[in-house]
C-alpha cells in the first residue's frame, strides 16, 4: 500500500480537544520506558520535543526525569492551549515551556539541545526532511535523540484491524484520525533511506510493537 498523507497540522480545536482526552497512557509510557532502556535512568540537561502536542510525554519525561528542563515545539496553537492548561494543573508548569513554530524553520530558543525526542510526528511530515533536519540543526554535538512513530500497515484491512484493537472505545474523530496516521506513516525501510540522506546512519532503528517503530542514538 502506497503512502496517503494526512493533513500536516491539527490546528482544529475539536480535534486538538479530542487528542488530549484519548488514553495513550500505554505507548506513552512505553516511549519513556524504551528512552530509558537505551539510554539509562538519568537524564540531565535540556530536552526538546519536536511536535509536542499537548505536551503529554513532556509531563512524563518531567516527572520521571527531574534533573532535566523541557521545551515543547508544535505549530498548533490548539494544541500548546491544552499543553500549557495540563501542565498547570499537574504542577509542572515550571518544568516545561512551549514553543509554537513550524519545522524545519524553527525560529528555536535556545541554540542546541542535549536532548532531542519526537513521538507520532513525522508521519504528519509531508516531507520528512523537516524532522531530520531540525534534529541535525538543534541538537548539540553527540546529543541524544530519540523518535518513536507508526508503521504504515500492509493495507486499509490491516489499519482498520489496529483502529478497532487499539482505540475501540475512542470517539469517531479520534479512530479516523488514527486510521489516517497509519496510511500516512513510513516502513522502516523508509526511514532507514531518510536516515542515510540526512548523514544521520550512526542512529538505530527497531520496530517495536505491531505498529511502532523507534529510532534511537547519537548525532
Ligand atoms: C499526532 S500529534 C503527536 C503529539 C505528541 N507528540 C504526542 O505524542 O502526543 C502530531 C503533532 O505534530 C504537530 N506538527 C505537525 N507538523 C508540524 C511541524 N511541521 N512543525 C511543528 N509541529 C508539527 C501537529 O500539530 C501535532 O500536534
Known amino acids: 500500500m502506497q503512502r496517503i498523507p494526512e493533513a500536516e497540522l491539527m490546528e482544529d480545536p475539536a480535534q ?34 519536536l511536535g509536542c ?9 518531567a516527572r520521571r526525569f527531574p534533573e532535566c528542563s523541557i521545551h515543547g515545539i508544535d505549530a498548533s496553537e490548539a494544541m500548546l492551549e491544552l499543553a500549557r492548561s495540563a501542565d498547570v494543573a499537574a504542577g509542572l508548569a515550571n518544568r516545561i515551556r512551549y514553543f509554537r513554530s513550524r519545522l524545519p524553520d524553527a525560529d528555536l530558543p535556545q541554540i542546541r539541545y542535549r536532548t532531542v525526542i519526537s513521538n507520532s510526528l513525522l508521519h504528519h511530515l509531508p516531507d520528512p526532511a523537516a524532522l531530520w533536519r531540525s534534529i541535525r ?14 508503521l504504515r500497515p500492509q493495507n486499509r484491512d490491516q489499519a482498520q484491524c489496529l483502529v478497532d484493537q487499539y482505540a475501540a472505545n475512542e470517539p469517531e474523530i479520534l479512530r479516523n484520525d488514527f486510521f489516517n496516521s497509519l496510511l500516512a506513516a513510513y516502513r522502516p ?21 505491531d505498529r511502532h517503530f523507534i529510532v534511537f542514538g547519537h548525532l
Do not use: W
Open 137 to 150: 540543526k538543534i541538537g548539540q554535538p553527540g546529543a541524544t535523540v530519540f523518535v518513536m512513530d507508526l
Open 53 to 61: 502536542g499537548p505536551g503529554d510525554i513532556c509531563r512524563r519525561f
Open 16 to 49: 486538538a480537544l479530542a487528542y488530549a482526552r484519548a488514553d495513550f497512557d500505554e505507548p506513552h509510557n512505553r516511549f519513556v520506558e524504551l528512552f530509558v532502556d537505551c539510554f539509562g535512568p538519568r537524564l540531565t540537561g535540556s530536552v526538546v520535543d
Open 189 to 209: 525501510l523508509e526511514v532507514e533511506q531518510q536516515l542515510a540522506d540526512h548523514g544521520l546512519d550512526q542512529l538505530a532503528l527497531e520496530t517495536v510493537s
